[in-house]
Each structure stands twice: as structure tokens, then as C-alpha cells.
């Protein structure tokens, strides 16, 4: 035998049975987005590298370790890279259609795979899928509180009661270099405990000191001064209006300055849901914030934006252990069992005409013996079954037996409907 090749590290196969679970979830998120008001965005899998650079920021974890480059042919030159998240691409993608002059807000969902080369663990994978929205042209605290809703409409939804929301604001480019200021002071103290990456982002940003997953920097983090001690007026007030909102909407929160998230185009507000059910170190199954730069970094008009990503694999993982039962399975309406080529062939013909009307039916496609055949309808849990042999092809009639109560009743092959 020729020896097995296997999946890449860190991706996942999804085969029938689990991928109901997928598509009862997919149902859910989009009938959520939609009612917010959100339309489905379809982007590239991969884009210029220079889009997460600048978008993403180029001394992020994500830019700087974890994305998968794609060489242009030829040339040894990395010029494009799978995306590592989405909002940069939705970006790049409503200035590239020209959307930035239509009427305000935009909203935008994306159910999308990304890519990050990222040591895998439990929840943490190298290609995994997002569901993503962004809202854009919208400076209230009230589309923050919008957007926090629907993340927690869609949790609550999927039966994941066992969730923590945490927020926090990380302030805007008025406010943040006060805040840079006390950040260096504090990590120069200690830089010669940093690593090599931080000591660089010392000199370039230290915000991204305070997401270095390395054990060292990041107990030095922990006792980092805090951006909400560095607000300005406009940024406390900002934080205030969407705490009332959630207050009034009944959400409860937790005010957690230690987030700061991994992704530099952030400003104000920014949050997670954590599931601590699931037990792993990754228990964030939601991340998201405001990012009123990020239009115009890109090249677009000033325009600000917030949004969130869910991801599927841990949301799955948290549901499972939450205890939500799977979607009930569907299962075929009829089995038409046969004996025979000439009645394999009828009853070929007759899953046809049940399949024409939209009908899950099925016939025996491997050479089965009537017993096995029946013996299969039993374990595929067919509604119905339907023998057919020499006597039934002459007269034209069969005993169609109902598997759940044992009933038969005798009808025409040529006319019945179920
Ligand atoms: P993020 O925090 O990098 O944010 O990712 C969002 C979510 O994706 C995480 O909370 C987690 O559930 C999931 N996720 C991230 N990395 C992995 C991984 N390696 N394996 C499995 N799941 C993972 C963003 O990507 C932003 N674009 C979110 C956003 C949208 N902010 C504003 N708009």
C-alpha cells in the first residue's frame, strides 16, 4: 500500500456528520447579520502583503510571525500572503468598489477561512474560520453597543450562556502618545529582560510589548501602566455612553484594562467574549473594536469602523461544552430495495422521480443482498422502504412499509408519492 499522506499541522478536516453542526451555526450567524442589517462580503483569500503590513501593522504578531507568504513566481519575492483576518481585506475591498461615498453606515459580514502560522494547540489552529462584521461611517458609542448586541445575541442564540464580556478602551491618536510615554518609560526600566522582538517594538511600538506571547514579557506586561488612566475627555466619554447603552440593554460586562488586542489598527473601544468552559488557554471565542484610522490608512476618506470576529472552531468547541445538543440529523424519506438488475434499475428510476420533487430517496448502488440492503435502510433511518422483485415489476405494485410504525400498505409504482 502506498503510505498515507496526511493533513497539514494545525487544520481540520470537516466531514458530514460534524459539518451540520457548521451549517446549523452558519444559519444562525447569517439570519443575525441580516437582521442587523448586515450583507454578506465575499473577498480574496490572499492579498498584497503590504495591505496586512500596513493594515494590520508590520510589529504585530500576526505580520511579523504568522503570516504564510506567497512568493511571486520567479522573482524569490513574498507578494502576497494568505489573510491571516478579514477586516483589513473588507477594508481594502469597500474603497477599492468605491462604497465609501454610499449611504452611512455600511455593514458587512464575512464567514471566511484565515491563515496563521501559529503554534498549533487546543483552539488554536493554523487555518481556521472567522465570522466577521464591520460597521462603518459611524462615530457613536451606540454603534459600538450595536455591534457588542448582535455579538451577544448570536452566543446567546447558540447556547453559550457560560460567557464573559470584557471591554476596554485603548483611546485614540490624541490620547495615545501620552499613554506611549508612560509605556516606554515603564518597559526601559526592565529592557534588558525583553526579547529580541520587544526590544525592538520598545523603539517602534510598545503597545505590542502588552501581546507578546513570550512568558518573560509577559509578566512584565502585567504590571504596565494602564490605558484608561490615560484617556482624554472625549475617549472616557465615549467609553461611558456605551456602558450606559449596554447597562439599558442588560448586557453585563466586565471593564478589563489588561486587553489591549494583538492587531494595531484599534482605537477606543475594544473587547472579547471568553468562554472559561472551555478550559483551554484560548478561551477568547470573540474579538473585536472600533477602528477609526484604518479607512484612511488604507488609502480611503476618513471613516471609522467597529466590528468583531467569531471564531467557528473554538465557538464549536464551547457549544460542545456548554452541552448544546447537535441539530437534529435529517434522514432519507425512502429506501427502495431490490432484487435484481431490472428492478435495480426501476428502483433507480423511481429515487429519480422522489428526487425531482425535492425528496431524499435512495437505491441500492453497490450490489447489496436484499437482506444487507435492508439491514442498510435501518442504519441510514429511511422514513420508508420499498421492495421490489420479479412479482412487483409485473403487477406494477409494492408494499411500501412505514419503518417506525411497521405498517405496510401496498401502492403503484408508477403513480405513489410520499
Ligand atoms: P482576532 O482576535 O485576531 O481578531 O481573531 C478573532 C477571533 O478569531 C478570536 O477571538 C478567535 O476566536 C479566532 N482565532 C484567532 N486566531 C485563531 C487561531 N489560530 N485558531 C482558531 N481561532 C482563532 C481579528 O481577527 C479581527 N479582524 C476581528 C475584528 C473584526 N476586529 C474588528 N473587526
Redesign the pocket.
Known amino acids: 500500500m502506498a503510505a498515507m499522506i496526511q493533513k497539514p499541522r494545525g487544520t481540520l478536516d470537516v466531514l458530514p456528520e460534524r459539518a451540520k453542526v457548521w451549517q446549523h451555526i452558519e444559519k444562525t450567524l447569517r439570519s443575525v447579520a441580516e437582521k442587523y442589517g448586515f450583507g454578506e462580503i465575499r473577498f480574496p483569500t490572499f492579498e498584497n502583503v503590504d495591505l496586512f503590513q500596513r493594515g494590520v501593522g508590520d510589529t504585530t504578531d500576526?505580520v511579523q510571525k504568522e503570516m504564510y507568504l506567497l512568493e511571486q513566481k520567479g522573482t524569490g519575492e513574498a507578494r502576497y500572503a494568505l489573510r491571516p483576518?478579514?477586516?483589513a481585506g473588507v477594508v481594502r475591498s469597500i474603497i477599492e468598489n468605491g462604497k465609501c461615498s454610499d449611504a452611512m453606515p455600511l455593514r458587512y459580514y464575512y464567514l471566511a477561512n484565515?491563515f496563521?502560522y501559529?503554534k498549533p494547540q487546543a483552539?488554536?489552529?493554523?487555518e481556521?474560520t472567522?465570522f466577521?462584521v464591520?460597521l462603518f461611517g459611524s462615530d457613536s458609542a451606540l454603534a459600538d453597543a450595536s455591534v457588542i448586541s448582535m455579538g451577544n445575541e448570536i452566543l446567546e442564540k447558540l447556547g453559550i450562556r457560560d460567557r464573559l464580556l470584557h471591554i476596554n478602551s485603548i483611546g485614540c491618536p490624541n490620547c495615545r502618545p501620552k499613554y506611549q510615554e508612560a509605556l516606554v518609560s515603564y518597559f526601559q526600566g526592565r529592557e534588558s529582560e525583553l526579547c529580541e522582538t520587544c526590544r525592538e517594538r520598545l523603539k517602534k511600538n510598545p503597545l505590542r510589548i502588552l501581546d507578546c506571547k513570550s512568558p518573560i514579557c509577559s509578566s512584565i506586561a502585567a504590571g504596565a501602566p494602564k490605558t484608561v488612566d490615560s484617556l482624554c475627555d472625549d475617549c472616557r466619554q465615549h467609553l461611558s455612553t456605551l456602558l450606559s447603552a449596554l447597562d439599558d440593554s442588560g448586557i453585563s460586562y466586565e471593564l478589563d484594562p489588561g486587553i489591549v488586542?494583538?492587531?494595531d489598527y484599534y482605537t477606543r473601544t475594544v473587547f472579547?467574549f471568553l468562554c472559561p468552559i472551555t478550559g483551554a488557554a484560548?478561551s477568547?471565542?470573540?474579538?473585536?473594536?472600533r477602528?477609526d484610522g484604518l479607512v484612511r490608512e488604507l488609502g480611503g476618506p476618513s471613516l471609522s469602523g467597529?466590528?468583531?470576529?467569531?471564531?467557528i472552531?473554538?465557538l464549536i468547541d464551547a457549544m460542545e461544552k456548554s452541552g448544546v445538543n447537535p441539530p437534529e440529523e435529517t434522514r432519507p424519506l425512502l429506501y427502495i430495495a431490490s432484487m435484481g438488475q431490472e428492478a435495480a434499475m426501476r428502483a433507480f428510476q423511481i429515487a429519480s422521480r422522489f428526487r425531482a420533487e425535492d425528496k431524499w430517496a435512495e437505491s441500492d448502488l453497490v450490489g447489496r443482498s436484499l437482506k444487507a440492503q435492508m439491514k442498510y435502510a435501518d442504519k441510514i433511518r429511511a422514513s420508508y422502504t420499498l421492495i421490489l422483485g420479479e412479482e412487483e415489476l409485473r403487477s406494477g405494485i409494492a408494499q411500501l412499509k412505514n419503518m417506525e410504525t411497521g405498517e405496510q400498505v401496498a401502492v403503484e409504482l408508477a403513480t405513489f408519492s410520499l
Not at 483552539?123 to 493554523?126: E, L, Q, T, W
Not at 477568547?284 to 473594536?289: A, I, K, R, S
Not at 467597529?306 to 471564531?311: H, K, P, S
Open positions: 500576526v483576518e478579514g477586516t484565515m496563521r501559529e483552539g488554536r489552529f493554523r481556521f472567522q466577521g464591520e488586542r494583538g492587531l472579547e484560548q477568547t471565542v470573540c474579538g473585536g473594536g477602528y467597529i466590528g468583531f470576529a467569531i471564531g472552531n473554538r
